[in-house]
């Protein structure tokens, strides 16, 4: 049975740091693009970081750029997301989601089949 199951999340003060982890059961996070999503309310999923599993190459939003590293490890079937110098507008539920490395747009949540089912971020300032 596939599921991808998020941990880390929590409340943090602005300048602070969490590491999200997405555990991954039912297939092969070595075979697929892993990405990171986040919702904050009344507004839409937002592509936060992705990681290509072919050459490893890395997208990141804008917002999150310098502050926030997505990575992975394939022994363990499990996806990160370090998330430094939180700022009160990175409040939101982070999901992660995958999918087979045939996706145009990385960023796109249109273009992922598989999520979790999200973890709170709250940064207080």
């Known amino acids: 049975q596939l599921q991808l199951v998020e941990s880390g999340g929590g409340l943090v003060q602005t300048g602070g740091s969490l590491r999200l982890s997405c555990a991954v059961s039912?297939?092969?996070?070595?075979?697929?693009?892993v990405a990171w999503f986040r919702q904050a309310p009344g507004k839409e999923r937002e592509g936060v970081a992705s990681e290509s599993n072919r050459d490893g190459t890395t997208y990141y939003a804008n917002s999150v750029k310098g502050r926030f590293t997505i990575s992975r490890d394939n022994w363990k079937n499990t996806a990160y997301l370090q998330m430094d110098n939180l700022k009160p507008e990175d409040t939101a539920v982070y999901f992660c989601?995958?999918?087979?490395?045939?996706?145009?747009?990385?960023?796109?949540?249109?273009?992922?089949?598989?999520w979790g089912q999200g973890t709170q971020v709250t940064v207080s300032s």
């Open positions: 989601a995958v999918e087979p490395p045939y996706v145009r747009d990385y960023l796109s949540a249109d273009e992922y089949e598989y």
């Open positions: 039912g297939l092969i996070l070595e075979d697929h693009i």
